[in-house]
């Protein structure tokens, strides 16, 4: 009795760090871009048949002196809910936008750099015209960025995302459909929303790896029908050699995952394009 009692202390103590965690992070969420706070770190994504890496995720990572490092889960739903998700989504942009140009000016260009839109950003009036803002100030190729909008976000606003999408392809810049099959999306989507790339749910690998055969077909299916429809197929959440000849053998085009490399700051990221892999 006496170690419950313990125990229900320990916890309530747990609980009270974590409201106060949420309380400071809450508070702080609001002063990081102006304190430098946040900061990009880029995903290697590797093309099975090109043997490189020819394209990278941009994330966002917050670093507080005050809190320590804080996971996007948990600070970009708040920027959403205050709207901050606008001023530190154009920085997003910029910051990527900047690095592009700067690879560029190293003599690194074959490959481009995808950036997430969260739902605000999308239905905001000023997103394509910031999108064309940063990219005539930046000068680089438009065909050198990436959006990602979420397959969750695109069914919800299916129209919107249709036409925000079509903006997109306007300016030149390349789409994806992220986390594929984590919604109750129709495969019809797929026809519906005019984008080049479907990153596909690392969900599906966990699935395959613990439900077995059944698990597999669904998979390779997914790859097929996004392939035959015209569109590259990117596979999330690589993280062994096993899953990567898997994916091999079921023909998706690109994979992601710690198994090609980590989040990591730019300057880590751009000597892998020199990197010979041994897949
Ligand atoms: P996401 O768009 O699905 O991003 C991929 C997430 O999977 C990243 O987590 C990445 O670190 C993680 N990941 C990559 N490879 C592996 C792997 O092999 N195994 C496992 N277990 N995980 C892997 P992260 O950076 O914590 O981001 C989480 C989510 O936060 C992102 O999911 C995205 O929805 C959101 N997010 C991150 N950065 C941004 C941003 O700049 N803007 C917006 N709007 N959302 C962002
Ligand atoms: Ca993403
Ligand atoms: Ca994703
Ligand atoms: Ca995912």
């Known amino acids: 009795k006496k170690l419950g009692g313990n125990r229900a202390i320990f916890f309530?103590?747990?609980?009270?760090?974590?409201?106060?965690?949420?309380?400071?992070?809450?508070?702080?969420?609001?002063?990081?871009?102006?304190?430098?706070?946040?900061?990009?770190?880029?995903q290697p994504i590797y093309e099975l048949d090109a043997k490189r890496v020819t394209s990278y995720e941009?994330?966002?990572?917050?670093?507080?002196?005050l809190i320590g490092t804080i996971a996007p889960l948990d600070f970009i739903p708040l920027?959403?809910?205050?709207?901050?998700?606008?001023?530190?989504?154009?920085?997003?942009?910029?910051?990527v936008v900047?690095?592009?140009?700067?690879?560029?000016?190293?003599?690194?260009?074959?490959?481009?750099?995808?950036v997430n839109i969260s739902v605000k950003q999308?239905?905001?009036?000023?997103?394509?015209?910031?999108?064309?803002?940063?990219?005539?100030?930046?000068?680089?190729?438009?065909?050198?960025?990436?959006?990602?909008?979420?397959?969750?976000?695109?069914?919800?606003n299916i129209e919107l995302a249709k036409f925000a999408l079509r903006e997109l392809n306007e300016l030149g810049v390349q789409t994806a459909l992220d986390d594929f099959g984590?919604?109750?999306?129709?495969?019809?989507?797929?026809?519906?929303?005019?984008?080049?790339?479907?990153?596909?749910?690392r969900s599906f690998i966990v699935r395959m790896e613990t439900e077995g055969?059944?698990?597999?077909?669904?998979?390779?299916g997914v790859l097929d029908i996004v392939r035959n429809l015209g569109m590259t197929t990117v596979m999330e959440g690589v993280e062994t050699e096993a899953q990567l000849s898997v994916m091999k053998e079921m023909g998706a085009h690109k994979v992601q995952g710690y198994l090609i490399g980590r989040p990591m700051i730019g300057k880590l990221a751009i000597d892998l394009q020199d990197e010979e892999f041994p897949f």
């Open 12 to 42: 309530s103590q747990e609980l009270a760090n974590q409201n106060e965690r949420h309380r400071l992070i809450a508070n702080n969420v609001v002063h990081a871009l102006k304190n430098n706070e946040y900061y990009i770190v880029y």
């Open 58 to 65: 941009a994330l966002i990572r917050w670093e507080s002196p």
């Open 79 to 95: 920027l959403e809910q205050n709207d901050l998700i606008i001023p530190v989504g154009k920085w997003i942009m910029q910051e």
């Open 98 to 114: 900047g690095q592009i140009a700067e690879w560029d000016r190293q003599g690194k260009s074959g490959f481009h750099v995808a």
């Open 122 to 156: 999308m239905m905001h009036p000023d997103f394509i015209p910031t999108v064309k803002e940063v990219l005539t100030v930046s000068g680089i190729q438009p065909q050198r960025l990436m959006f990602e909008i979420t397959e969750s976000v695109a069914v919800q």
């Open 182 to 201: 984590t919604g109750y999306s129709s495969l019809s989507i797929l026809k519906e929303l005019p984008i080049d790339h479907v990153k596909i749910d």
């Open 213 to 220: 055969d059944k698990s597999g077909i669904i998979l390779q």
